[in-house]
């Protein structure tokens, strides 16, 4: 069983990273191109010209032998009601290939049997939790979430290790309540707020209340948050702020998903954890790409759909458990 090479500096997770795309484009062109010799020509002198091209090109290949294997039916979770869908036309294989190897990617970066033994609780794509501490505060888990809660006499800390999570703490001046988050820590001064861990950013907005928000990787000034305002905080870029009306701070629910003009590969990102199979978004897509509405994750084609639909997006359901999504310019 072939094993991508394990990468440890950013530079060269990011070179993996944009190798294993590229292979998965290459894919795309070869199937559409099998018999054309000049394509096959210039595939094997990108393959050739760097160790991590062959590397990428042959766990594509590894997938897709993997993908024949599986069966093309998922039952549905016991606890799920039956939701119509409408019948999507069939991609071809290459769009198989190009979702393993990114769900590939996306199992590597997040070691779930390193979550289970370092969270108190955890979430599977099809629940929330609703968790009363020891000292009363309530956190209410959204779907794909873990965290971990340490109450003691003198403190009390929670880190979020993925996912979402609403928290209404109860006050006590003796004991702090702080979060911690993906480089994040929040300090609650009295307050009801949401903290989201995305691919990217970590997002904190207030309800009511107050809360202080300082980036701890690397260590930057902080910053009090009050009622209806929200923070994204990224460790590569400044870290923005805005206004929220508070009635929609923590109104997500199993199958409801908020947003308030969020970045799009964000969404996405919340949508997958609500899947219990993988959602691909190919390509780089802009940052700046925002979304604004509430989607019945019930259905995550649909949902996925409504998403991407202004951009002039699009998607393709391969199995049930498999959705590729693409914008204009991307491949699909």
């Known amino acids: 069983m072939f094993v991508a090479p394990p990468v440890k500096h950013e530079d060269?997770?990011?070179a993996w990273d944009a190798a294993l795309r590229a292979a998965v484009d290459w894919s795309i062109l070869l199937d559409d191109e099998p018999g054309d010799p000049d394509l096959r020509e210039r595939f094997e002198a990108w393959r050739m010209a760097d160790p991590l091209h062959d590397g990428a090109w042959r766990?594509?290949?590894h997938v897709d032998a993997l993908i024949r294997q599986l069966p093309t039916e998922r039952p549905q979770p016991e606890t799920a009601a039956p939701v119509g869908r409408a019948r999507l036309p069939r991609p071809r294989l290459r769009h198989v290939v190009a979702g393993a190897c990114l769900a590939a990617l996306a199992w590597l970066a997040v070691p779930i049997v390193l979550l289970q033994v370092r969270a108190d609780f955890i979430t599977d794509s099809t629940s929330q939790a609703d968790i009363r501490l020891e000292d009363g505060s309530r956190v209410r888990l959204a779907?794909?979430?873990a965290m971990r809660a340490d109450?003691?006499?003198t403190g009390r800390q929670?880190?979020?290790y993925a996912g979402e999570a609403f928290f209404e703490v109860t006050p006590d001046p003796t004991r702090p309540f702080e979060v911690a988050a993906n480089g994040t820590r929040v300090t609650v001064l009295g307050t009801g707020f949401n903290v989201r861990i995305g691919e990217r950013d970590t997002d904190v907005a207030v309800k009511h209340g107050r809360v202080q928000v300082e980036h701890t990787e690397p260590q930057a000034a902080s910053e009090v948050l009050a009622t209806g305002q929200w923070m994204r905080m990224s460790a590569n870029a400044p870290a923005a702020r805005g206004e929220i009306a508070p009635e929609v701070v923590g109104s997500w629910t199993r199958t409801r998903l908020v947003a308030v003009d969020r970045p799009l590969p964000d969404v996405i990102e919340d949508l997958r954890r609500r899947y219990a199979g993988q959602i691909v978004l190919l390509g780089d897509v802009p940052r700046d790409l925002s979304v604004t509405g509430i989607f019945d994750t019930s259905d995550p084609a649909a949902a996925a759909e409504l998403i991407v639909r202004p951009h002039g997006g699009r998607v393709r359901q391969i199995t049930p458990w498999l959705l590729i999504?693409?914008?204009?310019?991307?491949?699909?």
């Not at 999504?325 to 699909?332: C, K, P, R, T």
């Open 12 to 14: 060269h997770d990011a």
């Open 59 to 61: 766990q594509t290949v």
């Open 143 to 145: 779907p794909g979430s």
């Open 151 to 153: 109450i003691s006499a």
């Open 158 to 160: 929670v880190t979020l």
């Open 325 to 332: 999504v693409s914008l204009n310019g991307q491949a699909s």
